[in-house]
Structures are given as C-alpha cells and as structure tokens.
C-alpha cells in the first residue's frame, strides 16, 4: 500500500480498515531494524553536512573570506592530489563491495579478505588527508588563518571521523563474527558496512566538489539558495 | 462544575485585566501607527478566538458531565465541519497577516528623504554619530578604536572628518523628520529600543543593521537595551530627546567633528590648566591627591573623559544639585572658577598629566567578601580598579576611601545619579544596590582599597 | 539464514536476576523510561528552584545579597537551558516515549534495547556535566539558553571560560544521548509494531513522540554543529561566529566571522525543538481526552495530518525568533507567513480536542482537568504566538516580557500540564496503584491558577516594553510606578506556585507505597499498553503471544457495544450486544496467529 493510502485509512471503518491491516506486515526482523537505523543515520550525517555547506555558502559572502581556489597560485587550484585521495578512497569503497559479493556467495575467507584490504585503503585514504593537511599547513593555510580554511579542516576532519568510527565499527563487529565463528552473520554486517563506505564515499565527491569551487559559483549557489 | 465557573471566570477576568490594567502600550511617539493598528487587530481577533473556545469548553463540560445512564456520542469525524473550521480559521489568519506585512513592507523601505544617524552599541552605552556636512558616514574598523577614537573610525578616510560625534548615551532627533538608523555594534550583540517608538533592531558587530522611523512628538524619551549583551545588560540605558528643529541644529552645533576631536588640546590644555587648578588646590591639594578633612576626593590618575564628565554635570546641574547633596553643592559652587567649557576641558587634561599616588586608608573591612561583591563591578571599573575608557568607568583604585563610602551611599540613596542626563549614574544606582549595609559597603570599599594595578591606565 | 521477528524472541532467557542487572544497567524500555523520567524530573526540580530566585529579584529587587547581575543571569541560562532541553525533551522522549511506544505499539522492547540503555547513559553523564558547571571557576555560563557568541565567550559574560565549555560538551553528549534514542523510537514504531497495528491504528500518543523524534533526530545536528563550530572559535583561535571586535576596550584576534550565521543555526534547532516538546504533548493529551471523555477523538485522520504537517512546516520557520535579529529584513515575508499557516493545524488540533468533549460523557478526573487545563492554557499560549509570529507585531514585542510570557505559556504552562495529565493517568499502569485524588485536585487547581496568574500580567509588562533578561529595571520613566507592586504580585504566585508542586512529589512517591491498587485498566482504555497480561507490564509486556490488534485506538461509546470502550485488541464484531460474549480482555481473547 502507498504511504498516502495508509496514511489516510478510515481506521475506524471495520471494512476498509481490515483490509489495511491485512495488507500490513506485523514486526520486522532484527536485521531489518539495524538497516532501517543505518539510513535514518545516514540521513541525519546528511543533515549535518548539508548545516556546514548552508554555512560555508552563507560565509563565503562575507568579506575578507579567502578561498583555498580560484587563482592559480592557491593550494587547490591543482587538485591532483585530491584526486589520488578519491582513488584511494573509491579503491575502499569497490572492495568493501567485492567482500560482500564474495560473502553472498558464501566465500568466506573471500570476503573477509576483501574487506581487510578495504580496511587497508581506509586507513590509507585517512593518512593521506593528514598529508593532505600537512601540506596546506606548511603553506600557511591554518586552521584560524581564514573562516574558509576553518571550514575545509572542520569539514574533512568531520569525514574522516566518520571514516574511522566506522573503521572502529566494522573491525569490532568481524572481531564478534569472528569468535562466535558467527559466520552467518557476516553478510548482513559487510551489507551495512558497504552501504555506509558508499555513503562516505559520496559524500567525499561532494565536498571535493565544493571546496574546489571559484568564489563566483559560490557567489552564484549563494543567490541561488538566497543567501546572497 | 467548579472547573466550568473557573473558566468562565478566567475568560471574564482576562477581559477584564486586559481593559483596566494600567499596565499597557507606552502613548506612540513615532510615524509606526501601523503597528499599532496591527496590534489592536491582532488583539480583536484572538481576543474573540480565546472567549469563544473556551466558552465552547466550559459549556461542553457542563453540559456533558459525566452520568451513569448516558453513553456519549460516536463521531469519528465530521468532513464538513472540518472544512469550514479550516476555511474559518484560514480567513483569520490572513485577516491578522494582510496588514501585518503591508506595516512591514513599509517598514523595511526607508523614505528617500531620510536622514541619517548612526548608533553605536558597546558594553554597556550606545554612541551616536551624524554624517556631517558631506552625507556621508567615514569608514569604521574595531581596529581603530582607541581611547582617542572610540567610534574607530578610519583616521585616512576623508568622509569620516567631519562626522558629527555624540560622546554620550543622549540622543537628540528632531521632530517629524524620518530618520534612518545606522546600526552597528562594537564588541557584542546589542539592540537599540524606544518602546514609545515601537522600533527596535539588534546591532550586530561585523555588520551594519539599519530601521527608520520619524518621531511625532517632542519629548524625552528611555532608550532600552533589548538583546541580552552580558552582566550589565539591565542597566544600558539611554535617551532619545525629541526637540524643534531650530533646537536640534543648536545642540547638533556643540557636538564636535571628528576632525575636532582629534586635535591636539581638544580635550583641554594642560599647560593653561595647571593655572586654573591652583583654586581648586586648596582642597583637593596640590598634587591632586585629596583631602579628606575637607572631603575632597582625589582627583590625580582620574581620566580626562571622567573629569570632564563631572565638571560638566556639576555645571549643569545634573550632579551637586539634589537637596540632601551638601557637599555636592558646594563643589557645584565652586564651578564659577571654571568659566566656560574650555577651562573645564584643560584643567581636566592637567590633572590627567599628574602622577598618580594611592591615598591612605582608612576603613576596615572583610576583604573576601569585598571581593565578591566587587565581582558584579570588575566587568566595567577593571579587575584591579584601574578603570576603563571604553565602558566609561573611572578608576577606583587608590581613591579615597571615605569617598568612596560616601559616593555608594549616594548612588544607593539616589542623591547622585537620578538625574536623567546621568546615564552613567543610573547604571551606578542599579549596582550600588548590590551592597545593603554599612559594613558590606566597608567591606567593598576594604577591597577596593586593596587593589593595586599595574600600570597607570585610565 | 532464517528470518526471527524480534517479536517472538524467546525472552526468559533475557530476564535480568540481579539487582543491578534490573534496575541499573537495565535494558528494559520501562525501566529505563523511570530512569529517564526521575532525573529529568529532579533537574526539572533544580531549574524550578533557579526560576524562583529569578522571581525573587524581580519581586523584591536586591533584598538577597546572593542574587547579583552575574548570578541572575547565569540562574536564568539554565533554568532556560534545563527545562527546554534537559528536562522537557528528555520526559517527554526519553520518559514516556521510551514507556509508551513499545506497550502502544505491542512490542517486547524498543529496537535496540542496549542502545536505549547507552543513552539513558549518556543522557545521565551529560546532566552531570551540565550540573558541573555550577562548581567551575566563574561558574555556569550566564549567556542566556540561547548562548549567542560572541558574548557567551567573551568576557563581561558569566561563565564565558569554563562554564561554555562544560555547556557545550553537555550538550554535545545529551545529543549523542537524544541520537541513540531517537532512533529507537523511530525504528521502533517503524519496524516494531504489531500484527494488524496499521500507522492509523496507532494512538495519537505515538504519532505525536513518533513526529516529534524525527525531528528531533533532523534538528539536533544543527545544534551540535553550532556547538561544535563555537567550541572551535573558543578554544582553538577559528572565526566562525567571531567578528573582529573590541571586548571591553581590548582587540581579540577574531576576523571574518558571523554571529548571525550562529543565530540562524541555533533557531534551525530551536524552533523544531519547540514542536518536539509540543507534539507529543498534542498526543498524549487527546488520549487522555478521549479516554476521560468516553468519546473517540474528534476527527482522528485530521488530528495525524496536522501532526504531521506541523512537524515538517516547523522547519521553514527558524526565522520569526529573527525578526529584529539583523538578518535580511525582506526574510520577515517569508518566516511571517510560514509561521501564521502553522496556526491553521495547530488551530484544527484545538478545536478538535473541544470537539471530542462536545457529546462526550465528561469524567472529571484529575487527568482529565490537567487536559482541560492544557487546552485553555495552550489557547492562550498559543493566539499570543500570533503576535510574535506576525512580524511588524513582533518588533514592539520582540525580547520583552511578552515574549516570556508566551513561551511559558505555550511551551512551559501548558506542556507541563499534559505531563501532569500523562503522569497520572499513566501512573496506574507504571505502579499498580492510583494517585491520590485530593492531593491531585489540590495541585491541580494550584497550578492552574497559579500559574495564569503569574503569566497573564507578564504579557502586559512585555506590551509595556519592558525588557527581557533584566536583572533590575531600576526607575523608569515609561513604567507606572504600580508595576513594582505588579511584579512582586507575580513573584508571590510563582513562590506559591512553586512550593504547591511538592504536593505533586508527595503524592507520586506517597502512592507508590499507600496508593489505592488500580487494577487492571482501571480508566476503561482501549489502547494497547492497557491489555498486558500484568499490571505493571512484565519483562517483555506481552507473555507468551504478542497482541493482535483489530481496530483503532478511540472505540469508545460505540453503538450497539456492551460497554463503553472496546479495546484494540478486540475482534471486529465482538462485544456488539447481539453477541453472548462477554468483555474480552487482553490477549487472552485474541485468536488467529501472527501472520
């Protein structure tokens, strides 16, 4: 049944009201209820970084808010570096996938191997945004020198974060499969797992995008979203 | 049953209170009439809403309490009675929102011919500043402020010269002349309210704020801080003084330029005042250091800006004026020796050059407790008394105790700090409050007397 | 990999034995519920008394040496602070949401039973935190709930150096307690709910907690963000929110920033949060309506839309808490007139409540006046929202008392009411016992009373101009001297006021050992948590068999029924009087096996 006809069943009604409830599917399985709060998590993670970009467009109006780009000279008018780091990161993302390929068809030691070299270019990805850091830091671009710089250390450092609680996650839960020889388990976790390394995934294709922005698209998105 | 009378008593009491209570909107003295025909819309509408629910409630209760043999009535719901509520309530709402957006819009676009005036919000007093001759407002960084420049405007910026500067938190407008606000704040959020105006808008530092309004009515009129702008928010208060033209441009004419304020012996002359002080020597002593047998306070390491201050109230009559004021009456007397506003600027710039010498103490008190109570003064007078040019409090450090005592008791009792030019002694009736008895005010002043700055800062 | 529905886990395996395992590390949603519930309600008590030395200033200015400008403020930040978030959020959410949502929906437990513990944790280190604060140097932050910087880290603020920090880390730690519960309740009525429990079937006490943590989920980030980004101008130097500025005659090393960014934030999380302690407060009080009344609630589909519809239009409408704010005036259009339409839902919901008392058979009952209470309280709260709401109206308005007398009103009076109400009508089923009537009655018409008396008057200070947040008014010239005598009236209720709800503590803790037993469904309800097999619910509420549910919540006074309420769990043509059976009871009586 759609949402907008179980949203306005005449509950009341014996007749109509029967029909909804034997349509309706009773209580879900455990299983069910952890990827249910895996995409309202999800959602709510969106929520966040949906604030900081509202926030960073809003800023990036104000004078004397110097961008990272839009002239040559500045630290990511070359993105090339961001791009390995994309690389490394969507290399995380396709193994995680290939160990839950691999665990739906039952090969377990497959599987867990995938997702240790996953976990691998996770933990890469997460040393080069250090680097990464590193880098701008050297080049003067702190985290107080400017709001704009501000936003890009807050913003990357709020990813990573959730890269590597997931990381924290994932190893915890392989480390439970793996005592209880719960292998069962192992495809509903690396299900969830790959969900949310795509997720983040996606999420860094979209601040890739924004930070790398010239000041006039922001100027631009900010008329657009009337913040300007 | 008690429940029905009890809510057909609140709704008749409500009406009522609402009728007599003296407690209600300030007399208009601006252009905002709209606002108030918005308000008395508003209070129509759901004033009829608020009587005919609740007496639809309490009928209900009564008339459907609770008996054994009734068994009430099944409705889910009643699509055409939901219909017309909806469209009912619909033609309400906008009823209140028409008019209130017509206000707004007009409220948001300033007339052409206004002018301009900019305010200034800073813990815990306003300044004003009027564009000049040019039109114009110079430029402005926090950067520049400095006790030379307390509105930080751009010394290299020719339209910022001959800016027309308000030292104080007295605002004059003339009447029926739209004018606009300029609006920005130096250090937190501050706000800029006059309820018999009805405008008001926050000041936010990092930007500029604007609203307009054109007052209709002579008078003198409070201004209220009306964003919480931190421990001394109930007490930034200050005054629209709405005058004739003719008398606005006089008193316009006495306030200075900027270009003004920034020369050289504007604010006084040491040298010429050194002359002038020798009658005020005999008490206050050659040095400046006091006199306690004759109750004169300290005046060395005091700031230019306090001295001025007080030697212009004291000429005005806002200080040294109250009946109970013996002792302020006889300074104010003496202000004969001190002519005009020049020889009241360079006797101050003389005694601001003396060296400063703590005088000697003479009362005992609890010091710990003195120092709590000195936690709700350290905000504006510094944590070490030093004083402090930008919240406009002198130093307190090394005065004379005696006074002191006697300057709280004044300020509690009201003899100093009612008049309603004394901005700043107003704030001073609010906080001396803090202190109720004879030994709570030794123990402050023990305190205070305890505390010893580093450097001669004003 | 066979599917188990967590319904029909076996759980005597899961009963806890030990006292610790029961009652402090429980993963019980109902003893977590009175976990949840009993430190709310004691940091309610706390932010109470604040209130009443807020009143004592006001009333009787400087008679008490220990009230001074930086105390006042700094009593009035968290008692605004405690009471939306601590205290309000934390009962209506995490208390009855956590007990009601599993029984009402006819579930064992909440979706994820440790992480409803986790937060019940969490929420209890985040009060710790927060009450902290009060022995810090310089004490708890004074910057007002709504902790705008730059003051709130500048000084010349109370509590700027580490009050703030301790305010922020606590609230950063009640969200992740709010976040971990919040989904629960989400996947809970999402996934959890019974056979034949269709979304219309459910109470209107879910619909309404189930709304209000939804958006409780999408709002709280925004004030985590906010916190997150202020934390970082304070202590790592970044400029965020922070202008270059001149504090107290001093340069700060701050440039770029934006306080206002920091406003439209806040108010992103604060204005949902006003509908996130509102909606289940919508909801619980038209249960208690209808089961008092012995009527199903007046247009129920209604009643669900416009929870809905308010939930989601609460989030266009951050702005009208920013009209005089500096923001872009033009804005004032928009928010303006988001803000009247939530006043047609929100009005249907008031006339519907009066609706089911129209041709009801009213019960008197003190629940039922709590209710009575919440609709003329919420009446009032709300038409003086319309002032406020209307933008050229707010500009005389906007930071007065007025604005302190409508929130209290709308938010504080009259959500306390449905508390009140939800207390003891839900108190039978949580102890086994009935609260004290008398003792009800009395602190009933104490609050109710008491507390229109101290709000009403407050309004016209606010028409008058009088300003909020102000430690003294001193003397001025545009208030009547009669005002003094007005606010001491005020402070005398309010002290009256405060000391009556020790009746209400005495009585909850009194009855629990002395109460009258109530029995089974001792009001003749027909939603779900009323038909466990035991009375309080046991360790998975439902013994052997979940319920089956076979009609909706309000089957009160049907036509042709043997009694004047047919519970959920009731086959359709059952308990009709041309059947012989007699009352059905439960879910003993339900026949046909999950599907």
Redesign the interface.
Known sequence: MSLIA?????????AT??A??AS?T?????????Q??LH??L??VS??FL??FL?FI??SQ????ETLTGEPWKPLASTTQLWINTGVLAMASLMMHMGLTRARQGLTGQAVGFTMVAAFFTIQFVLAQLWLWRDLHGMGHT??S??SH?YFY?MTAVHVLHLVGGLVIMLGALAIIWRRAAV?RL?RSLKLCSTYWHYLLGLWLVLFVLLTRSPETYRTIAILCGLG | MILVIAIVLLVVGSVIFHFVSPWNFTPLASNWSAIDNTISITVLITGIVFILVNLFMAYAIYRFRYRKDRKADYEPENKKLEIWLTGITTVGIAALLAPGLFAWSSFISKPDDAKMVEVVGKQWHWLYRFPGDDGVLGATDPRFVNPDNPFGIDPSDPAGQDDILVFSNILHLPVNEPYEFKMRAMDVLHNFGVPHFRAKMDMVPGMVTSMWLEPTRVGNFEVVCMQLCGMGHHAMRGRVVVQEPEDFEQWLAHQPTFAESMEENHWGNPENGEALYQTCAGCHGTAGEGNPALNAPKLSGMSNQYLIRQLEYYRDGVRGAHEDDALGQQMAGMMVTLPDEQAIRDVSAYLSTLPDRPAANSIEGDLSRGEQYYASCADCHGASGEGNYYTRAPRLAGQLDTYLVRQIENFKSGVRGSHEQDQYGMQMRLFAQRVQTEQQINDLVAYINSLEPDSDSD | MTHVPIADLPMDDHHPTSFAAKYVWSQDHKVIAIQYATIAIFVGVVALILSAFMRLQLGFPDTFSFINPNTYLQYMTMHGMIMVVYMLTALLLGGFGNYLIPLMVGARDMAFPYLNMLSVWFYFVSVLILLASFFVTGGPTGAGWTLYPPQTILPGTPGNEWGIILMILSLAVFIVAFTMGGLNYVTTVMQARTHGMTLMRMPLTIWGIFIASWMGLLAFPALLVSAIMMAMDLLLGTSFFMPTLVSLGNSVDHSGGSPLLFQHLFWFFGHPEVYIVALPAFGMVSDVLATHARKNIFGYRMMVWAIVIIGALSFLVWGHHMYVSGMNLPFGFFFATATLIIAVPTALKVYNWTLTLWQGNIKLTSPMLFAIGFIFTFVHGGLTGLFLGNVIVDVPLADTMFVVAHFHMVMGVSTVMVIFAAIYHWYPLITGRMMHEGMAKIHFWTTFLGSYAVFLPMHYLGFMGVPRRYFAMGDTAFMPESTHALNASITVFALILIAFQSVFIINLIWTLKYGRKAGKNPWGATSLEWQTPDVPPAHGNWGAKLPVVHRWAYDYSVPNATQDFIPQTVPQGDMMEKSSDGPAEGTETTEGKPS
């Open positions: 179980r949203l306005t069943e005449r509950s009341w009604d014996p009201s029967a909804a409830a309706a009773g209580p879900m399985d455990v299983f069910a209820g952890r249910v709060m309202i998590f959602v709510i929520v966040i604030l900081f926030t809003a800023h104000y004078p004397g808010f985290l107080v400017n709001p501000s807050l069962e495809e």
